[in-house]
């Protein structure tokens, strides 16, 4: 079955670069999340998408931004890097809870930034 | 405040015996949902199993069950017969709300590392 994609799955940029991290969610799934886990640290909700509009915010940075677009995959923008910035960011699609599903999220494998 | 506490920063257990990992939640929303995710040490995050806040049976997912207590607003998971490929992090999450389409993000707790020892 085909899982989240996420790319680059390794990324190095130095202090005031700008990356751009990407996402392509299940097909059919209607809601896309993105979270950031900095070392030994739990994941924390950024942003989210439903149907390709932004349905939630969480933690995200204003030097973060996010999209989806049209054929659903989405991207993370972020602009003048920290060294905080340092983390794994996962990409997460589902289904809307209803219809007896759960919303459980299905992550992708996480694309690992290190900011130098 | 804390909405996810999982007490147990690390666990150690013997291959082949059982171990609880603790969670516990914090909701004023009648309407929730709880999810364990594992972490081995490459990074992906993997489901392990659900339980709806109206679930009337405990849920299981082969070795893994969810020891679901409402009234005391916990969530343990319990690992039967433990393998060496269960070292990992282990994290609680919720889902708060009604079914609203995209305002369904998981809030984690600080997780739990699990050592399995042969």
């Known amino acids: 079955a085909a899982g989240v994609i996420q790319s680059p799955r390794h990324l190095i940029k130095e202090k005031r670069e700008t990356a751009t991290l990407k996402c392509y969610p299940i097909p059919r799934h209607d809601t896309v999340y993105w979270y950031q886990q900095g070392p030994g640290q739990d994941p924390q909700f950024l942003i989210s998408?439903?149907?390709?509009?932004?349905?939630d915010k969480g933690s995200i940075p204003d030097r973060f931004s996010a999209q989806q677009f049209s054929d659903y995959h989405s991207e993370l923008n972020m602009s003048s890097l920290e060294l905080g910035d340092s983390a794994l960011y996962f990409c997460a699609s589902s289904l809307s809870v209803g219809r007896g599903r759960t919303g459980e999220l299905f992550f992708g494998e996480g694309s690992r930034l290190t900011v130098l | 405040a804390q909405k996810i506490t999982q007490t147990q920063p690390g666990m150690f257990v013997q291959e082949k015996e059982a171990v609880t990992l603790d969670c516990t939640y914090d909701?004023?929303?009648?309407?929730?949902?709880l999810f364990w995710y594992k972490q081995p040490s490459s990074g992906e995050m993997i489901f392990l199993i659900y339980?709806?806040?109206?679930?009337?049976q405990n849920a299981t997912e082969g070795r893994y069950s969810l020891n679901f207590q409402k009234a005391r607003k916990s969530a343990n998971l319990v690992i039967s017969a433990s393998q060496l490929g269960d070292s990992a992090m282990y994290f609680c999450a919720m889902r708060e709300g009604p079914e609203q389409g995209g305002s369904e993000k998981l809030v984690f707790g600080k997780g739990t590392k699990l050592t399995v020892n042969p």
């Open positions: 909701t004023s929303d009648p309407s929730y949902g």
């Open positions: 339980q709806g806040s109206y679930d009337q």
């Open positions: 998408f439903y149907e390709k509009m932004q349905s």
